[in-house]
């Protein structure tokens, strides 16, 4: 059986090319967003990418690649890079563009398959305070860790302090 | 007469089950799966905040022979996804990116390939040559 495909309109019949104007019902959504919002995250997961890859792998590379790999991972490793600015700053921006950028994926994959619209609203609310909860925490970890922990005689804690804390206190 | 839903011949249609739509499946599963993993992973990370000795025993399990194909199958997830994304980015920005999206998605492939072999080979070579 042959299926002439220029008068199909059931989605089983095939995909229509974008802007057809013929949409399955299932796949309108009222309230859509409006405006320059979607063109901006478009955009925003474009860039956002390319620059993740970089920010990543890099992160994958001084993590698991390179010295002990995975063996040497532990609160002195973190203490040691995050002794350095740079690496301070490059978790901070690998953390806001990996959280944003899944984020926004996350809330076009909800947009595809919550039909109802009750539904998208939750899933999209809990999305939304997940993320900010991990934005902010994840923030607040790498500002206020504080590497050359002591005890209550104010001694350096042995054994997880890294080396460069003796010399710092007393 | 418009074309733009099936192939001619019955092959299925432009977009559906060929290598466009399998790449796209793939994309978003690796994609939900990172962000899982991400909000874990800040929430271990964090722990260097309560203990050292809170974080080396979370961390610790990152150290499991288990967890080891498991960082193998996320940097698995991480590679495809990073890789397909330039492909997708130079589909939408590079002039001739729609007529060769079939080639790259190849040598996506092909890429994320050789790129595992060398991971793995690495992380199999560090976790069993260490301790
Ligand atoms: C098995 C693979 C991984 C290991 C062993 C690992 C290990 C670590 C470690 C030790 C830290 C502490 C700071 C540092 O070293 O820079 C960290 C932080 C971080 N990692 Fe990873 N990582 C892995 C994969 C990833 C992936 C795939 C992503 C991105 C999707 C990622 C994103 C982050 C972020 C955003 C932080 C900062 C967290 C914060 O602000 O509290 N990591 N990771
Ligand atoms: C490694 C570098 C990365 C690149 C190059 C990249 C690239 C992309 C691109 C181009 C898209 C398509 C956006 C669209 O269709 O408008 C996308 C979607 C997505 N990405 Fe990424 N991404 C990367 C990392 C990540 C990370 C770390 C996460 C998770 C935290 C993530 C989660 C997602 C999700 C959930 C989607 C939506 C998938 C869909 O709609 O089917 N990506 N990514």
């Not at chain 1, 955009?43 to 792998?57: D, E, P």
């Not at chain 1, 939750?122 to 909860?133: D, G, N, Q, T």
């Not at chain 2, 990370?45 to 022979?65: C, D, F, M, Q, W």
């Not at chain 2, 991480?78 to 980015?89: D, K, P, Q, S, Y």
């Amino acid at each position: 059986m042959t299926t002439t495909n220029s008068d199909a309109v059931l989605p089983s019949q095939g995909i229509e090319a974008p802007r057809s104007g013929r949409i399955d019902p299932k796949y309108l959504r009222s309230n859509p967003s409006t405006g320059s919002f979607e063109m901006v995250a478009w955009v925003f997961m474009r860039v956002s990418g390319a620059a993740l890859v970089v920010l990543i792998f890099v992160h994958l590379w001084t993590n698991l690649m390179v010295g002990d790999g995975i063996h040497q991972i532990d609160f002195a490793f973190v203490a040691g890079k995050w002794a350095n600015p740079v690496w301070q700053f490059w978790d901070l921006t690998m953390l806001w563009l990996a959280m944003l950028h899944g984020t926004n994926g996350m809330r076009t994959i909800i947009n595809d398959y919550a039909e109802k619209d009750s539904t998208r609203l939750w899933l999209k609310s809990m999305l939304y305070v997940a993320s900010a909860v991990i934005i902010i925490l994840g923030t607040m970890v790498i500002f206020t860790f504080e590497p050359c922990l002591t005890d209550d005689a104010g001694n350096l804690l042995e054994g997880v302090a890294p080396q460069f804390c003796h010399g710092v206190t007393n | 007469m418009t074309q733009t839903k099936s192939t001619p011949g019955g092959r299925g249609t432009l977009y559906k089950g060929r290598e466009g739509m399998w790449s796209w499946v793939g994309h978003r599963i690796t994609g939900v799966g990172i962000f899982f993993f991400l909000l874990v992973h800040v929430l271990d990370t964090s722990l260097v905040r309560v203990s050292p000795e809170a974080y080396n025993a979370v961390i610790g399990a990152y150290k499991h022979p288990i967890m080891i194909f498991g960082e193998i199958g996320l940097v698995g997830a991480i590679v495809f996804h990073a890789f397909n994304g330039l492909r997708i980015i130079l589909v939408d920005f590079w002039k001739q990116g729609t007529r060769y999206h079939k080639h790259m998605l190849y040598a996506v492939l092909i890429l994320w390939f050789v790129t595992m072999a060398a991971f793995s080979a690495r992380h199999l070579m560090i976790f069993f040559g260490g301790e």
